[in-house]
């Protein structure tokens, strides 16, 4: 089973594959698609159509999306809104099922603490997928997700999301 992990973003969007073999884990690759432009219009079709070729080159079976954090910064949860949306939305459009993750879920199942930080959750994702080369912190919680999704699986167990591959 290969899954897409998206961790939404308004100017880079995280991304990141793995191939689920058993219990085992692969990566296949992972990147950052950034959000060009200068209206907000711009800069959500830049997201939608990077990440479309991304879900075009890698031909996933699933995909995760991480939750959208709320703070203090109400325009901004807004804004990170529409970057999530469009996370949610390519994914769709393949036909895939798309499982939503909370940060303090993805990080319990990577790191074994819900609290965990950017430099805590990629120093996990490497030693679990070992000889990933990382395009930054926004792909290694891409990443971080999709291996959430690999053990929860909409809230599936490992083996009844491979038996549905």
């Not at 969007?13 to 907000?40: A, E, F, K, Y």
């Not at 303090?104 to 930080?117: E, L």
């Given at each position: ?64 999306v991480e939750q959208t954090f ?11 809104g529409q970057a999530r949306g ?80």
């Open positions: 089973m290969r899954i897409l992990g998206i961790d939404p973003g308004l100017r880079a969007l995280g991304w990141g594959v793995i191939d689920v073999d058993g219990p085992r884990l692969h990566h296949v690759d992972n990147g950052i698609c950034n959000g060009i432009g200068n209206t907000m219009a711009e800069r959500l079709l830049a997201l939608h159509t990077a990440l479309t070729e991304v879900v075009a080159r890698y031909a996933p079976d699933a995909a995760a709320v703070n203090r910064d109400g325009a901004g949860t807004l804004k990170l469009v996370a949610m939305l390519v994914p769709a459009q393949a036909g895939l099922s798309v499982g939503e993750y909370a940060p303090n879920k993805v990080k319990k199942t990577v790191v074994g603490v819900g609290h965990a930080d950017k430099k805590q959750v990629e120093h996990m994702v490497k030693l679990q997928l070992p000889g990933a080369k990382i395009a930054g912190a926004d792909a290694a919680d891409a990443l971080a997700i999709a291996i959430c999704h690999a053990h929860h699986g909409a809230g599936r167990s490992l083996d009844e999301v491979l038996a549905r591959a």
